[in-house]
């Protein structure tokens, strides 16, 4: 899914999200491209040729689980409780905020317009107002001292409300992007070719929700990564699954769901948490 190692040679694929597609707020119809149009991460196409699965939810394993409440249910509700809770705690949105103009949308610009993300929308061609799945590759991680001023407002180069964004929406944006329609959608993530080595101290805390983990790799592929781990002595543990990712050029598929779980100690009532999933 990565584009080229030449730096002259532009993105292509005419699903690429442009910083044009959010202005004004209207949504823009395009004509996408599916993923299967993608060449074969040269990593994943040298060290496994997995079996195909007979259902491919499957092959979904938990990768972290995050608290967002505690309810007052004791047992499990009937499944209408979860979208009722939704709607008193976020409103529209998947996520709290005290500014309602800073949707998913607000957030996925920034990391747009920031030259941060290539991100496609695949719609269902039975059902074209539906997205399917959506991609992501990720170009670059802006950290504090390339912003220099954190509080600085830095604008848009589209029309669109609000028309600002500071810094720590740029990290929010990392992190609300892609809370996109639970249960029935996912992200196919990657790196790009040109995307530096280092992060901010953050995105290594962004990884353990929206990244991926060794634990999904079939057998052929463990061998590689045992072997990267134990010669790279010098690097922090933490930071060894995303630099194997980055470096190996290892694409992963991510998706998401609200649960309510007895999350704390058994004497509490349920919790409503956000469950990360990854496979292969």
Known sequence: MSTSKNPGKKDKGKAVQKTEDYQLQIPTKIQLQPLTNFPPLPYKTAVTNPAPSANPNDAYIVHDVEH????????????????????????????????????QQFYELILVDTKSAIITHIPDKFNPGQILYSTCIIKNVINAQQWKNPFEERKFSVNFTPQTFNYNDYKNAWYRTFLLQPNIHSWFFNFH?????VFPIWFYHWWIWFGCAPTVFPPEANEGWDFWSKVTTTMELYMKAVQFFKQFNVAWIFCWEYSLQQYLPASYTLSLVRVYKIKW
């Open 68 to 103: 967002l409440l505690l309810t007052s249910c004791k047992t499990s509700p009937p499944t209408n409780v979860i979208p009722s809770i939704l709607q008193e705690t976020f409103g529209p949105n998947h996520y709290a905020t005290d500014d309602f103009r800073h949707t």
């Open 193 to 197: 070719d040109l995307c530096p080595n």
